[in-house]
């Protein structure tokens, strides 16, 4: 398949139980609802238009991949990340581990895996920040300004910040004109596995 093809990849990588499900379904349905980390969670295909006063602008369509429950599995990381043109980095912003995680094992994988994503560093589950909050927002933004990532603290719980952190990622993909398609909505659809060919029932010469 030629890549011009390709719908765009949005990925997000972390540590375990860093809320990253949680933070794609907030997103993708609008609630919250804590849910255990699993493996082989299926892509989800979204359309969304870019925040512009132009209502024309044709809207993005992306594949959004949570990797939820893959990072017990290092070897997963590089055909998660392989080809994406965004990565969210996640991190509790209650749990200092899983910031060092960040700097330390996923800012690498990102380097040589998907050296031309687009990066963004997102801190989860803020709503609980004043009585556990580990990693303060001052050294977060000083780690993605010196990476050059861009930067959000977010909520699913609340929703605090979450329809802002991917209405920047539907941006990032509107500015580097990948695959825009005319639609006035929002639509999602589960990736379906190719149908078998139905047999030819054409006569074959001998």
């Known amino acids: 398949m030629a890549m011009a093809n390709r719908v765009p990849k949005v990925v997000t990588v972390g540590s375990i139980s860093t809320g990253k ?17 699993t493996v082989g969670y299926v892509p989800t295909i979204v359309k969304a238009r870019p925040d512009c006063k132009d209502h024309l602008l044709p809207e993005v369509k992306f594949e959004l991949i949570d990797t939820a429950g ?8 590089p055909s998660y990340l392989r080809g994406a043109v965004v990565v969210m980095l996640v991190y509790d912003v209650n749990d200092t581990m899983s910031f060092d ?25 803020q709503d609980a920040a004043p009585c556990g909050r ?11 300004a010196d990476s050059g990532y861009t930067f959000f603290e ?11 952190l991917f209405r920047a990622v539907v941006n990032i993909l509107s500015r580097a004109g990948r ?14 596995k190719p149908e078998k060919a139905a047999p030819d029932k ?5």
């Open 154 to 164: 977010t909520s699913a719980k609340t929703g605090t910040n979450v329809r802002q």
């Open 179 to 192: 695959h825009l398609e005319l639609s006035d909505s929002i639509v999602l659809e589960r990736v379906r």
């Open 21 to 37: 499900t949680s933070l794609v379904r907030r997103y993708l349905v609008g609630d919250f609802k804590p849910v255990p980390a």
């Open 70 to 77: 893959s990072e017990r599995y290092g070897a997963l990381a």
């Open 202 to 206: 054409k006569c074959r010469c001998s």
């Open 101 to 125: 995680a960040v700097q330390h094992r996923w800012k690498e994988e990102v380097r040589v895996h998907a050296p031309d994503a687009h990066v963004i560093l997102v801190g989860t589950k």
């Open 134 to 144: 580990q990693v303060i927002t001052e050294r977060a933004a000083n780690f993605a």
